[in-house]
């Protein structure tokens, strides 16, 4: 029986339209969903970017339900439990050399808003305070705070909130549709050029007012907008030489999707924080955080030693459950080897991917790790449309997947088969079809 829909305000949700014609999902395991009716939905987007590991993970149920038993909460605040500690020495040893102070928080957003903090506070800790501006770039998600919005450069989340608070520029988006639009992996040529942008911003604003730079690796959530080769690179020199902390975004990159356990592995630059959230739980519970580098972490650790260094931190920053959840994903990231098995699955994944070129309407595919984008063209009535017709087409063909506007995302989970990806794609360009032929 279906529940009464009324009273939950769902997030980024056209409320009015999902409840006239609900898609409910009632269980799940490995890849796929099952709607109450017992359908199959194959899931398309690892829930929303963070069940690498596969629904129903028999070592992560167990890990959280030995944690109940034993110790359901405990805070953070002035006490503390072993999780919490073994698991930001766990994640400081997988991160790249230098970076293993670890904030833990509930999501991706409270995670950027804490890394936004981390850098106002070095900043004020070693005489810079006025170290208050933040450069972020358009199409950049940063999640929903209002740190994250201001640097984030997604129009329809800032239009609503004012132009958000924090002191903000953006770089412009790495995206060109005139050279990129059918581009594999990343774009060959123009990224250190493209990074240049920065120094204007810099001479603009000067490097003594700016306190970071923030940027996903690749923008994910406005569509995987994917930069060229040398760009990052680009960022990270620009910082160096301003003296400007560079924060990876890596809520949708980290731990695994991009075939190493972080973009800044994979794309072999180091930033000064990575944020992360999503898949360090394999979404089995809410848990976000932010790698630090030491020499920041310890910077901050001055003041009168019975005052918090940072006044900052959640009712559930920490929390036992979600810490015994990332703890066994840990495990099962390392013991099935998941992200060397994404790195095996990329090129497969490339392939499939762009045969979508020509399903009709296609304008654009682009592809990083085990995520892509597949654009279409905007309808007539309006942008966004189109995608929000595919979107629910592909549900109903049986495959999950999201639309920020009208580009589908792919981002299956790390355990897929070949044949799997082949078995989403066929639904998407079912999906595709269907738009087409009843738009
Ligand atoms: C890059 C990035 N940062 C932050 C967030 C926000 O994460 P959350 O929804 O957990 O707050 C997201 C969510 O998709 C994201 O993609």
Known sequence: MSPALDAYWMPFTPNRQFKAEPRLLASAQGIAYRTPDGREVLDGISGLWCVGSGHGHPHIIEAMKRQLGVLDYASSFQ????????????????????????????SGSEAVDTALKVALAHARATGQGEKNL?????????????????????TNNRRAFGGAMLRVDHLSSTWDPATQAFVRGQPADGGAAMSQELERLVALHDASNIAAVIVEPFAGSTGVLVPPVGYLQ????????????????????????????FAAQALEVVPDMIVFAKTITNGAAPLGGVIVKRSIHDAVMQGPRHLSELMHGYTCSGHPLACAAALA?????????????VRGLMPSFENIVHGLADAPGVVSIRN?????????A??????????????????????????????????????????????????????????EASG
């Open 79 to 106: 006490v503390g439990h072993a999780g919490a500690f073994e698991l930001a020495e766990r994640i400081g040893a997988l991160a790249p050399p230098g970076m293993d102070r670890v904030f833990l928080v509930n």
């Open 134 to 154: 933040f450069i972020g770039r358009e199409r950049g998600f940063h999640g929903v705070g209002f740190g994250g919005i201001s640097v984030g450069g997604m």
């Open 234 to 261: 680009g960022l990270r020199e620009i910082c160096d030489r301003h003296g400007l902390l560079l924060i990876f975004d890596e809520v949708i990159s980290g731990f695994g999707r991009m075939g190493a356990l």
């Open 329 to 341: 994903q840990l495990d099962v990231l390392e013991q099935e080897q998941l992200p060397r098995r």
């Open 368 to 376: 990083l790790g085990l995520a892509a984008g597949i654009e279409l």
């Open 378 to 435: 905007p309808e007539a009535a309006g942008a966004g449309r189109r995608g929000a017709r595919a979107q629910a087409a592909a549900f109903d063909r049986g495959v999950l997947t999201r639309a920020p506007g009208d580009t589908l995302i792919f981002a299956p989970p790390f355990i897929s088969e070949v044949a799997d990806l082949q078995r989403m794609a066929d639904r998407l360009r079912q999906a595709i079809e269907d738009t």
